[in-house]
Nanobody, 123 residues
Framework: QVQLVESGGGLVQAGGSLRLSCGAS????????LAWFRQAPGKEREFVAT???????FYADFVKGRFTISRDNAKITVYLQMNSLIPEDTAVYYC?????????????????WGQGTQVTVSS
């Protein structure tokens, strides 16, 4: 079993920045992909960004140029640097992991999930 724990959420004004972190423990794996999803109140969970074990990345269109995903394979940690935040980015952000290769942008493509961290952007 893999445990994922997110941190770094909080309240920020529009235009500000936050950096989310997600650490993995338990039966971890060196290959496979890590990702971030988010879920706003009353909406479905949506894909934000993913990164493969080799460092390849893929982003949702609405975050391109503002968010950057990265990972530290030695620490088995994934990060999400969020800049130029807007109120529409307000959501609970979830870390996800899949111990297999391949880019996936749907929740069904991931086997493990963190508990989520709240990000609130005020206008």
């Amino acid at each position: 079993q893999v445990q994922l724990v997110e941190s770094g959420g909080g309240l920020v004004q529009a235009g500000g920045s936050l950096r989310l972190s997600c650490g993995a423990s338990g039966r971890t794996f060196s290959t496979g992909s890590l990702a971030w999803f988010r879920q706003a109140p009353g909406k479905e969970r949506e894909f934000v960004a993913t990164i493969s074990s080799g460092g390849g990345t893929f982003y949702a269109d609405f975050v391109k140029g503002r968010f950057t995903i990265s990972r530290d394979n030695a620490k088995i940690t994934v990060y999400l640097q969020m800049n130029s935040l807007i109120p529409e980015d307000t959501a609970v952000y979830y870390c996800a992991a899949r111990p297999r290769m391949g880019i996936r942008t749907t929740t069904g493509g991931y086997d493990y999930w963190g508990q989520g961290t709240q990000v609130t952007v005020s206008s």
